[in-house]
């Protein structure tokens, strides 16, 4: 069928209206929802599992190729090394210079994960933690190779610093979660010490 300049514009205002009207019933539809106001921090927060929050980074699989910091679209992770780094097929673990610096600066981060497909070793994931305060833009910077002196692979919200007996029991399950690497899914599951001791080896000349 040949397209017509009348058909054309007749068309364009059938589609212009129906896709205003799906935007309109979607809108309408929670006009009339019941309202949920959930008690954070009381209550756990219902994540969806591909949520997509702060990074989780395993520095002791990280070759500092710098395709994250080339991938990312707002130029928001810093990478500092002092040789090249390649991964060791039986350990698992990369060897070579030392990771300097891996930051991200979450005051510009869209958390897109552009970052995460183009690693080569699949060290840096989209994390579950949703909340982190701070009072101005420096510290928003997460400098992810001190979190590994501390042992840490993703940042942790402040609250979830205090001890366990002031935060509520399912932020304590997560703490956990967290320090026991449980996003961790390679050679050295399971093996918490060893991957204490090669983080700080990928960081550490003394280690
Ligand atoms: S999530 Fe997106 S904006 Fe954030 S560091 Fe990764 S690529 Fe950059
Ligand atoms: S792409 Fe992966 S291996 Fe390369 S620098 Fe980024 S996190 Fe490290």
């Known amino acids: ?19 205003i009207l799906i935007g ?13 106001t959930l008690q954070y921090p ?8 591909r949520y ?32 090249p780094r390649k991964i ?18 979450y005051a510009k981060c869209m958390f897109c994960a552009l970052c995460v497909d183009p690693c080569p070793t699949e060290c840096i994931h989209m994390g579950n933690i949703h909340d982190l305060s701070g009072y101005d833009r420096e510290s928003m910077i997460v400098e992810f190779t001190d ?21 509520p029991d399912w932020a304590r399950q997560r703490k956990q979660e967290w320090l026991d690497f449980a996003h961790s899914r390679d050679k050295l599951t399971g093996d918490d010490g060893r991957r204490r001791d090669e983080m700080m080896k990928a960081i550490d000349p003394k280690a």
Request: with cysteine; glycine share 6%; aromatic share 10%.
């Open 52 to 83: 997509r929050g702060f990074h989780f980074f395993e520095v002791e699989k990280c070759i500092a190729c710098d395709l994250c910091a080339k991938a990312c679209p707002v130029d928001c992770i810093y990478i500092e090394k002092t040789g």
């Open 147 to 167: 979190l590994a002196k501390k042992g840490m692979q993703t940042p942790q919200p402040l609250w979830m610093t205090k001890p366990d007996a002031e935060v």
């Open 42 to 49: 009381d209550v756990a927060p219902a994540l969806q599992p």
């Open 88 to 105: 060791d097929k039986v350990t698992g673990v990369a060897t070579g210079g030392l990771m300097t610096r891996y930051a991200i600066d």
């Open 24 to 36: 309109m019933r979607i809108s309408l539809k929670y006009c009339f929802a019941k309202t949920i």
């Open 1 to 19: 069928m040949e397209n017509s300049p009348v058909r054309d514009y007749f068309h364009n205002i059938y589609q212009t209206m129906r896709t």
